[in-house]
């Protein structure tokens, strides 16, 4: 385990709430969250940017308390990625671009 991932694992243990979940539950949705938006995108970060990310998203989730069970998986994933693409324009750019390219030729390849 590296350092970013125990900083990432302390901070989960702070901002979780006990009626919404488990710090293990927050964290599964961050990554979660952060896959599935740096995927559609192709985005690609090194690990100081990916980690930095991650804190973001984690406290966007706990803030917005995502892991309540009133929400669904796909709305909790649109929300991180509305919220990343508000905060990050110019990967938002990128996303849609790709995007639109998926929708013209299929999946891209590289």
């Given amino acids: 385990m590296t ?14 709430q006990p009626f919404h979940g488990t710090p293990g539950a927050l964290i599964a949705l961050t990554y979660a969250g952060f896959r599935a938006w740096a995927k559609a995108g192709n985005l690609h970060f090194p690990d100081e940017k990916r980690y930095a990310l991650l804190h973001e998203v984690m406290r966007f989730c706990a ?3 995502l892991l309540a069970c009133c929400f669904s998986r796909e709305r909790r994933l649109r929300e991180i990625a509305d919220m990343l ?4 324009p110019r990967y938002a750019l990128t996303r849609a671009r790709v995007s639109a ?9 590289f």
């Fill in 85 to 88: 693409d508000a905060r990050y």
């Fill in 63 to 65: 803030d917005e308390c």
């Fill in 3 to 16: 350092d970013f991932e125990r900083k990432l694992q302390q901070e989960a243990k702070a901002l979780f």
């Fill in 101 to 109: 390219r998926r929708d013209r030729h299929g999946r891209p390849r």
